[in-house]
């Protein structure tokens, strides 16, 4: 019996199951790329439109941060490139880290794994399986990029560069996710850790293309933008992801044999024979249990803002004396450059931090699915107080994500203008967006009490607020549904003004969402 | 008051199978009730409806005077649970789970917890992820043992212990009757139910098929009986309430209700009684009366996968 035995009838089995899921990503990400391309082609319809918009692109350091290098913005596909390039590739190697961590780890931590161990499959068949489907759909993703956009009008080669940048990339966080699987017995922290790198990979381009772009080759997101599609493409670069892939995965197998089923590189300690007094209620138990991922996102959150305020500093440098691009900023009301710069900074990292909201609320799934709610539930502890507990800690985690998110931010622009009075009010300018993310998390715990298996659709929910907070302009979508973003109706300071009127809005919808689900769990039977 | 569980004509569906179908179930304070019925007779689903996890779709269930599903954090004070299927949280440890379900509950005794650690045998620093299916039973049993909850719901709580931390529940169970509680033990293993309960209830197919103390069940049971006659004990198989007859000369073999059992008798002493061994039905036996068909079946059906899966697996090679 080899290694991989039985390998081919896990995938059909896998496939099967997971069909609908493997289709929605694969369709998300190619309809994100078409209609950015349907609605750039609207946008700049003629050619001095997009010189223009080329100009003012060049100069914008807070665009580049968050969009990629300045390569062939002049056409319509270097615009498609820059306005859903960045974004579409960390969407793909979420994909990928994901759906790798879901097929190993999440089996191994269910027990199914010594399940089909036992049968007659091979030592790596499960690992084959994961990397056989995740590379099948990074596939796809490339064709289906690539094909339709060829369809949209857009160059041939150019096209296929980009189609294949999204493979690349997808290829990569397939082979780290496989090996961080191996690390952790925690399918949590595996994937964390795998999201840990994600989140480096952006922040080290973001630093490299404001800069002179050498940074942006340590980058997994940089090898794929170096293939530069539209803007001269070059093919070399991405032999950097298939050779690292392919390190990464021998790596994982040596690690596999090296450790049990079940078990990570890392061995559990012994815990405390008797529990400390802070481990009482159903509070101390939901502390306990969402303690790693509070924290994982606190430091996550940090970072970004640390890299988001250490750039910060360089965007009024950066405008020069563009004349176009200080007209556009005095139409947009006249805030300073970095202010604007700040607005986006934290609605990114609200919109980031909000994953932690509805992460945090899922647990109230997943201690149902695998019947600890049960037997928590046949001690006297309220249904209410049940999901009360769980919902403090999204609710309480939120602050100190977005606290993190504002103060990392914050300290190293000031230390840098020398203005301490900064961190308060960029501290502010990410608090500000709480009762945003408590309305997503609102609507997360709504969707567990009145259709716990629909609990996806909140990760779609925040899906589309991301969509319309980066592209919505670009997509030129409708004002109405631009406005169903709870992120939208947040005043983004620091450049606007502070208006309590939506805040207080935000937070009313909150808490009727959040009241609803208490209703709901109220009435329906637990599992 | 001195019914702690009753239940009447419980009804649950899941989609469009019926998992509980008019199920009666009565147990006093004070007793050991043994509920019995193969996987899939609804016996889990029925204890979810009295922990008011589920609510039962028509019936009525009462629990200690109160009702399961409204009044269920003040029942939940008075009563203790051990699931079917142990899942606890993995990177807690079991000590910490058996103080957190202890203090939940506000009643855990920390000399007990101690003992009854010693007695199972469980190490209560291991991270649950670590722990065996019996280990985490263990948690949960002494979680539960360790407490003064009046009443005691066990859901196959020694599927996964050995025989020898069996016999431990079983003198733990008669300590906790000994203590005047009530215990109401999910199972199916016989001999547990056999060596503990007072009374029993076996469903089948969401509904109480049979439901009394042993003797009583047994009652409605047959004996078998086989004795030596001087002449063939003709006749026997003419006589009402006996069948299974097996006459071979001066040998015979039979079963006999309880009320036909003097006739009987009267007639193989009329035919010269020489020697007679006589076997009330063993649970076992009522078990199997109730389920024989179910578990002929089911024997079928294994034997057929058996032979399938082997199959399948020579033609992979």
Known sequence: MSGLTGTWLLVWFTVRRDRFRIAVWVVSVTALVVVTAASIKGLYPTQADLDQAAVVSAKNAAAIAFNGPVQGLDTVGGEVAFQSGTFGLILVALMSLLTIGRYTRVEEESGRTELLRATVLGRDAQAATALVIVTGMNVLIGVTVTVSLIGQGLPIVGSLSFGTSFLAIGLVFSGLALLTAQISENSRVASGLAGAVLAGAFATRAIGDIGDGRLSWLSPIGWSQKARPYAGERWWPLVIPLLGTMVLIVVARALTARRDVGAGLVQPRPGPAVAAPSFAGPLGLAVRLQRGTVVAWTVGLLVLGFVYGAIANDIQDFVGDNQTLKELIAASGGASLTDAYFGTAMLTMALVGSGFAVQSVQRLLSEETTSHAEYLLATPVSRHRWMASHIAVAFGGSVVVMTAAGLGAAVPYAAEVHDLSQVPRLVAAALAYLPAIWVLAGVAAALYGLAPRAFSAAWAVLAVCFLIGFLGVALKLPRWIVELSPFQHTPQLPAAHLAFVPLLTLLAVAVAATTTAFGALRRRDVN | ?317
């Open chain 2, 1 to 317: 008051m001195d019914i702690a569980v009753s239940a009447l004509g419980l009804v649950k569906s899941f989609g469009r199978t019926r998992a509980l179908d008019g199920l009666d179930l009565s147990v006093a304070f004070g007793e050991v009730h043994g509920f019995l019925g193969p996987n899939g007779a609804g016996k889990t689903t029925t204890i979810r409806v009295l922990l008011g996890l589920i609510r039962a779709d028509s019936g009525e269930a009462t629990l200690m005077g109160g009702d399961p599903w409204n009044d269920a954090v003040a029942l939940h004070r008075r009563l203790a649970y051990v699931p079917g299927e142990v899942t606890l949280w993995p990177r807690v440890s079991g000590g910490e789970v058996i103080d957190l379900i202890g203090r939940l509950r506000g009643d855990l005794d920390r000399r007990r917890r101690d003992e009854l650690l010693e007695r199972f045998e469980l190490d209560p620093t291991k991270k649950a992820r670590t722990y065996s299916k019996g280990n985490r039973q263990k948690v949960a049993l002494v979680a539960a043992l360790a407490s003064t909850a009046e009443l005691l719901i066990l859901d196959e709580p020694t599927s996964g212990l050995d025989p020898l931390m069996e016999s431990v529940f079983q003198d733990c169970v008669r300590e906790v009757k000994a203590q005047g509680r009530t215990v109401l033990l999910s199972s199916h293993i016989l001999a547990e139910v056999e060596a503990l309960c007072d009374r029993v209830t076996i469903i089948r197919s969401g509904r109480a098929a049979q439901s009394g103390s042993l003797t009583e069940l047994r009652h409605f049971s047959r004996t078998s009986v086989s004795a030596e006659t001087d002449r063939p004990a003709a006749g026997l198989d003419a006589l009402p309430g006996v069948g299974d007859v097996d006459l071979d000369g001066s040998r015979v073999t039979f079963t006999v209700d309880q009320e036909h059992l003097g006739a009987a008798m009267r007639l193989l002493a009329d035919h010269g009684l020489r020697a007679m061994t006589s076997q009330p039905p063993t649970l076992e036996e009522l078990f199997l009366r109730e389920y024989g068909d179910v578990v002929a079946g089911e024997r079928a059906r294994s034997a057929r996968e058996l032979a399938d899966a082997a199959e399948s697996r020579r033609d992979g090679q």
